[in-house]
């Protein structure tokens, strides 16, 4: 058993992650300032032994009393909607509230572990990405603000591994999706599924043929734990490396929900990734991880918890 602070507790992967740390006999303070996480996503922890909530916004300094053996720091808005709507604060959780986390983690004695993000890669030039590959990131463009505090937050991360010994993990995230995603997500997973269960047109940028990799929660919770577990403290890639266009996604969608929403396209966003997908020799080789569940399972799954939201 231990006691371990989540950062972002609230929020889509943050409370999948507190649910699977308490099942496997955790305990867990959850962190989260509730500007883009919902306490209905954990609603169901409140009555378990071992479950903590603080409201607040990691951005300003953390305290936690007590002994904590992990500070995992998953806050951050995530979502293409929110990179115009709050930039401001969405890199100064990736700067102020990394930085914060890292300290709480170095006077606590704790492992940390980073929720990092394939936006790392920005519009990749090598495909599929390793880790080793450092990226195509706009620094001044929409998605920078995201991209760039993440980069930033690789690198303190780092910093405090190598100066002060902090033991640390780092993931790279690839379109994760799931049950618990907002409506408003503003991802295509999300977008796709909310339009069709409603009947409206489903809204493609460009002509569709960008590519993503769909990562299913539940993998992706799995892999944070076999990285957590390990004793690997450079940046792994967590994701699925089955590879889909938009339109792809759009028409299985379509499929999956039974909808007849008509297909609309519009312009394509700035610095949008013309294709995304990791490489996951790291992830198979290190830590005997791969992805299970793919895309379609996934999408019935999400639009099934869609479907009890929407009515």
């Not at 806050?75 to 990394?98: C, H, M, N, W, Y």
């Not at 599924?193 to 590519?211: D, H, S």
Request: proline residues 6%.
């Amino acid at each position: 058993m231990a006691r371990i602070v989540v950062t972002g507790g609230a929020g889509f992967l943050g409370s999948h992650l507190c649910r699977a740390l308490l099942d496997r006999g955790d305990q867990v303070v959850a962190i989260d300032n509730l500007v883009t996480g919902s306490v209905t996503n954990i609603e169901q922890l409140f009555g378990r032994p071992g479950f903590t909530f603080v409201e607040h916004d990691v951005s300003n300094y953390i305290w936690v009393p007590g002994a904590v053996d992990v500070v995992m720091h998953l806050a951050s808005p995530a979502s293409p909607a929110d990179f115009e709507r709050i930039p401001i604060q969405i890199l100064k959780v990736g700067g102020l509230g990394t930085h914060n986390a890292l300290g709480l983690a170095l006077t606590k004695g704790a492992k940390f572990f980073l929720a990092s993000t394939s936006e790392v890669y920005g519009d990749p030039l090598v495909h599929p990405q390793p880790e080793s590959y450092w990226g195509n990131v706009n620094p001044i463009g929409t998605r920078g603000v995201y991209d760039e505090a993440k980069r930033y937050a690789e690198a303190m991360t780092m910093a405090y591994h190598r100066h002060h010994k902090v033991d640390v993990r780092i993931v790279r995230i690839f379109n994760t999706y799931g049950p618990q995603m907002r409506p408003d997500d503003g991802r295509a997973v999300s977008n796709f599924l909310v339009q069709a269960l409603r009947g409206e047109p489903i809204t493609i940028f460009g002509e569709g043929n960008q590519t993503r990799s769909f990562t299913y929660v539940d993998d992706e919770i799995r892999g944070f734990l076999a990285l957590l577990d390990s004793d690997v403290t450079t940046p792994v890639n967590i994701g699925n490396d089955n590879e889909f266009t938009i339109s792809q996604l759009a028409e299985l969608v379509l499929d999956v929900t039974g909808s007849s929403s008509e297909l609309v396209y519009l312009p394509l966003p700035a610095d949008d990734p013309t294709q995304r997908k990791p490489d996951l020799t790291k992830a198979r080789t290190l830590l005997g991880w791969q992805p299970e569940i793919q895309l379609r399972e996934g999408l019935e799954r999400t639009a099934t918890y869609f479907r009890s939201i929407l009515n």
